[in-house]
């Protein structure tokens, strides 16, 4: 089989990116600029190892990324190839679009509650921050953080944030594109108050994260609930939607991890979004509530990452990542004129920002301890998670429907039987353990639940979780 392609890449060892990735961004490159069409065969792994000359598993590595996110498939004892259900994306400037490419209930009464995804706070790098928080203070310039700061929060943090960003996530944005927020909820609310007004609507997730919803409806906006399945949102749902009311103003998703389902919104999904929201003129509003803890060959790219996505709003955060009670959140928009009425609300309501915090934080960056532990926290993770498979096997394998996840720090739980979750919850009560109602997720019915496993030892899964599929084998 002829495969004329030739890969133009020139490997850097001295990136801060491992070489698998370079292979596959940049494969995924070609496909987006057209040089790499669908049907098209990639080279096999040994011919273009030696073509490259590096090990062969290098090669395996990038496709088997390329496989994961979707842009290519593979034949059995035929090879490597595009993706032929991948949507054509129409980018109107497209040397803009370019440019932008190249940047890149227990024993003892002791209650256990099952959260959202909270961390694990006894790993948190508590240490490292109250020392950080110390010197800041010993500086000799010290006056000169006392004052007020930017209502957008500190430049220099800003900074390492778009690094971070543009760096690990694809995104192609400037610190004057960012503003820091207490908390990414704090972001959601400020995005809502600027963005939307009475009348407009808000395309949501069903099953879907509640305090956004609060947060849109606080503004005026009525809720357009959009139901989920395997590959995420439902696109034809969508258009049906964009087409019969005319007053959409945004789309709220969380596509990584879709909260509480942890689906992965397909890439020929995330494709068609894009198209929608720049053929209707709604904005995306992205939250990226868990990105960092993944466990996979790599975290899925934000939408936001597509340059050829006109509006959107990117929200993130912090406290997963250094410590649950950090309130240091951020959201990114290339659009001025709404980050100008975010600053200036925010101005009303906070003033600015823990400076001393945000400054405390960026020296944690500078010195890699927060990669340190981002590290250090993915394989404790890791651990618990393969830990709770394991007994999500053993316990309920024959009762509900659930699945590996990739990332994250919870299981979604489908019992093969239609439950009273009233009683669900009451019983478990009885035994000690929390978790969260299914009401809480949609005004649907909603036959699942959001097992997290992050804050809980493994001495109290391996108690509880016996005990929650008793339960449910009630039924």
């Not at 006056?143 to 694809?170: A, P, T």
């Not at 789309?251 to 509480?260: K, S, W």
């Not at 890439?267 to 466990?295: A, C, G, K």
């Amino acid at each position: 089989m002829l495969r004329p392609w030739k890969l133009e890449l020139e490997i850097d060892k001295k990136l801060d990116k491992a070489v698998y990735l370079q292979i596959a961004d940049t494969i995924i490159t070609d496909i987006r600029s057209g040089r790499l069409k669908a049907g098209d065969a990639l080279p096999g792994s040994r011919n273009l190892a030696q073509t490259l000359k590096i090990n062969r598993n290098t090669v395996v590595e990038a496709y088997q990324v390329l496989i994961n996110e979707e842009w290519v498939i593979s034949r059995e004892r035929k090879g490597i190839f595009v993706s032929e259900k991948l949507p054509l994306l129409h980018e109107k400037n497209a040397d803009a679009m370019h440019d932008s490419q190249n940047q890149r209930a227990m024993p003892n009464g002791v209650l256990i509650n099952f959260d959202d995804g909270h961390p694990d706070s006894k790993i948190a790098p508590v240490n490292e921050l109250a020392r950080a928080y110390r010197q800041i203070f010993s500086i000799k310039a010290k006056w000169q953080m006392m004052g007020y700061g930017d209502e957008h929060g500190d430049v220099e943090f800003r900074k390492m944030i778009s690094q971070m960003l543009n760096h690990q996530r694809g995104m192609h944005i400037h610190e004057n594109e960012i503003s820091i927020t207490r908390g990414s909820q704090m972001g959601m609310f400020l995005t809502a108050q600027t963005l939307l007004t009475s009348g407009d609507q808000v395309i949501v997730e069903d099953p879907g994260y509640q305090p956004a919803w609060q947060a849109f409806q606080y503004a005026g906006a009525q809720l357009l609930r959009v139901p989920v399945d395997k590959e995420g949102i439902n696109i034809e749902t969508i258009e049906r939607l964009l087409t019969e009311h005319q007053n959409v103003k945004a789309l709220y998703i969380t596509p990584h991890r879709q909260y509480p389902t942890t689906v992965t919104l397909s890439l020929s999904r995330r494709l068609r979004l894009i198209e929608l929201s720049n053929q209707y003129n709604v904005t995306i509003i992205e939250d990226d509530y868990d990105n960092e803890f993944h466990f996979g060959y790599r975290p899925i790219l934000p939408i936001s990452s597509f340059p050829e996505l006109h509006n959107y709003v990117y929200i993130g955060t912090l406290s997963k990542v250094v410590a649950p009670a950090l309130r240091i959140g951020y959201l990114v928009t290339k659009n001025q004129e709404l980050l100008k009425k975010i600053g200036d609300l925010r101005k009303i309501i906070d003033v600015h920002g823990d400076v001393i915090m945000e400054q405390a934080v960026l020296q944690l960056i500078k010195e890699g301890a927060v990669k340190k532990h981002i590290r250090k926290a993915t394989v404790h993770y890791k651990n618990k998670r393969d830990f709770v498979f394991e007994l999500l096997k053993k316990c309920m394998i024959d009762i509900a429907d659930f699945t590996l996840p990739e990332g994250g720090l919870a299981f979604w739980i489908v019992p093969k039987k239609q439950l009273d979750w009233d009683v669900v919850t009451q019983l478990l009560l009885d035994k000690n353990i929390k978790i969260i109602h299914p009401k809480q997720y949609s005004q649907n019915h909603v036959n699942g639940f959001r097992l997290s496993y992050g804050a809980l030892s493994e001495e109290q899964l391996a108690q509880s979780i016996p005990l929650i599929a008793e339960v449910i084998s009630k039924f």
